[in-house]
């Protein structure tokens, strides 16, 4: 399976089948009211890694699905970042005023009970308190503070990954990686984008930010000497570079004829609306897209180097490779007459399906 396929059975082995997924784990609390679901897609190169997500779905199957989904993405991150980890999540059902220390710490408690098979971390509406709680419950919990032994705020490092997926697709591009004079647009300003425009600015990019905040794009135009734009106005931007660093599916029907750009490359997860219809359009107007999941991967391998006991100077070593993954996810798409996106799963599935033939034997 290579390309996201619509859901066409919706029941909810027929949902696991589809996204094949090893294990899912639903886990009920009558007492403090935890309903939570941990999505195990893979684990032939090593533990499910990736975060907990707490979201107040309009229904069971939409909590499952994005489960489903969100840790199908990571077991491709960790494959194709070359870590030895497979690809976890897990959803908490439940708005924000249900949190308690005892819903988290049995939470913490389902966690445990699955042995390191799956590591958590932080995500949507979890803070690192909730995580201090899980850690309290289990030992596999990663991504904490570096005041807890942890490797800290990973934006830094996802930043730095990006900025290198982004100067590999501007050479696939333009022939040269240099970004001096490169007009690029930045789409929020939030932890990633900032660090990412540091980058950008030392290299003499010409900058373009908007945030939903306006007094943030408005403060990040005034420290990178950028230019401010309203929200929707980004996409018209006459750019060489379109950076997504905000939300998701922002690569869509409305957007994308409207995109003057020859190269995206951004931290934001899931950029294209749907990878079978937009990911070939990139390649029909002649715009090289550096695969999401593979150059916002610092993060990950941050956290990873937490799990293996490295730091954040290896981190970054092992963070910098994203260049040379990026080229050789950007000549796979072309020898195969396919889009990147397709590229980059293909090369993360090539990944564990030859590491598992390593595996068979005891
Ligand atoms: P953040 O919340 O710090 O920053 C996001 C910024 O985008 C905010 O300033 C927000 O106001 C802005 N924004 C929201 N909606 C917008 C819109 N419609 N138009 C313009 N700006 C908008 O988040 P972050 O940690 O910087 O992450 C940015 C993206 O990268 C997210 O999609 C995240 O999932 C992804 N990502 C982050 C990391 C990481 O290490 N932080 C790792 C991998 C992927």
Known sequence: MVEIQEMTDTSVFGQIAEHQHEQVVFCHDHETGLRAIIGIHNTVLGPALGGTRMWHYASDMEALNDVLRLSRGMTYKAAISGLNLGGG??????????????????FGRFVK?????????EDVNMTTKDMEYIRMETKHVAGLPESMGGSGDPSPVTAFGTYMGMKAAAKKAFGSDSLAGKRIAVQ???????YLLEYLQKEGAQLVVTDYYEDRALEAAARFGARAVGLDEIYDQEVDIYSPCALGATINDNT???LKCRVIAGCANNQLKSENVHGPALVERGIVYAPDFLINAGGLINVYSEVVGG???????????????????????????????????????????SLGKVKSTY
């Open 188 to 194: 929020g300003v939030g932890h990633v984008g900032t």
């Open 113 to 121: 009970n699955l042995n390191g098979k799956y590591i958590t971390a």
């Open 311 to 353: 730091s954040r100077q290896t981190a970054l070593t092992q963070t910098e490779k994203i260049y040379d993954y990026t080229t050789q996810v950007l000549n796979k798409a072309e020898q195969e007459q396919s889009h990147p996106q397709a590229a980059a799963i293909r090369q993360a599935e090539e990944r564990i399906a």
């Open 89 to 106: 999540k897990a959803v908490i059902i439940g708005d924000q005023t249900m949190k308690t220390e005892a819903l988290l710490r049995k």
């Open 256 to 258: 994308i004829d409207r």
